[in-house]
């Protein structure tokens, strides 16, 4: 089946730094969703992006499914942007995620 | 707009008890249904799946079952539970656009 690889597994920055955490995915997929889990363990939905680039606030995200990677970027973090960010693939039918193993962020004030 | 709800939100119980962990969404029909566990803080894994009332698709052998009662309505049970049963468990609906959206979650310890 298909395997999603996320890196780096773990990023600490400073408040107000840049961060670009990638997802690797090893067959084509339909679909692509990018998750931040917070520190309750909620699943909060960022990017429903199977192709393209798009943009909320400090954050953005561009797929290239030819390529299969998908990018997350983070600008001028702030501390509550700590906890596991998670890129997850819909692989065959009925939508099937494939989550990979997550990037911990902390950022630091 | 749709809300999904769990319960219980955390649960201690015994090696050998049974299990039912409870999911239900709003405001949308015919939904896709997932239960998935997370252990450890990372990885999510695809337990079950239900496309309709009735309709199971199990994902990995295990000591857990899935049931749908009704449209809305997602069901996990064990009836013996094991120690590595205990992680967090998360509900999840999809329609049409295939976007998933998950529940908050149930912390299940064995002890």
């Known amino acids: 089946g298909i395997q999603v690889e996320q890196s780096p597994p773990d990023l600490i920055l400073q408040e107000g730094a840049n961060s670009t955490l990638r997802c690797n995915f090893s067959d084509s997929v339909n679909n692509l969703q990018w998750f931040h889990q917070n520190p309750w363990g909620q699943l909060i939905n960022l990017f429903y992006?199977?192709?393209g680039t798009k943009q909320n606030g400090r954050l953005s995200a561009t797929t290239v499914a030819t390529e299969r990677y998908s990018l997350l970027y983070i600008s001028s973090s702030q501390t509550t942007d700590s906890g596991v960010y998670f890129c997850a693939a819909f692989s065959g039918g009925y939508n099937k995620l494939i989550f990979g193993a997550g990037t911990r962020l902390a950022v630091h004030p | 707009s749709q809300t999904i709800h769990q319960w219980p939100a955390t649960l201690v119980q015994p090696v050998g008890s049974p299990l039912s962990l409870e999911c239900t969404v709003e405001g949308t029909s015919n939904p896709n249904l997932y239960w998935y566990r997370q252990a450890a803080g990372r990885g999510l894994q695809l337990l079950f799946y239900s496309v309709g009332i009735g309709q199971i698709s199990s994902e990995v052998p295990q000591n857990l079952s899935a049931s749908r009662p009704q449209d809305r309505q997602f069901i996990l049970s064990s009836k013996k539970l094991l120690l590595s049963d205990s992680g967090f468990y998360l509900c999840?609906?999809?329609?049409?656009?295939?976007?998933?959206?998950f529940g908050p979650g149930t912390r299940l310890t064995v002890t």
């Open positions: 992006i199977p192709s």
């Open positions: 999840a609906w999809s329609g049409p656009a295939y976007e998933q959206y």
